[in-house]
C-alpha cells in the first residue's frame, strides 16, 4: 500500500515536473527523458551556468557514473548495479502529453 502511494505521489512529481520543463525550458526538452519514474538530463556538452542552475533549482543532482542529471522524482532507491534504462526503457518528453505516454519506451519493460 505505501509503495503504492509512493509510485503514485513519484508519478504526480514527474508530471508536474515535465510540465514545468516544457513551459520554462522548450528548447531543452530533447536533452530530457523518462526511465521509470525518474526524470534525465543529458547533453554532450557541459550546460550553461543558467541551465545548470535550473536543474539544481528543480532537485536534479548530478551523476557522476552515468555523467548525466537526474531527478528521482521523490523514489528513493539503492544504488543501481546495472542500467536503468535497459529495465524501463527512455521516453522522451515529447512523447508525454497529459499524463500518458503516447509511445511505447525505446526499450521493451522487461
Known sequence: METEINTQKAVETALQMITKIKAEKPELTDNFYLVGNWIWF????RPSDEVIAFLKANGFKWNK???????????LSRKSTGDPRNYYGVIGLDKVRLGFVTEPPLEAIK
Open 42 to 45: 543529458e547533453s554532450e556538452e
Open 65 to 75: 557514473v552515468r555523467n548525466l542529471w537526474q531527478n528521482s522524482c521523490g523514489i
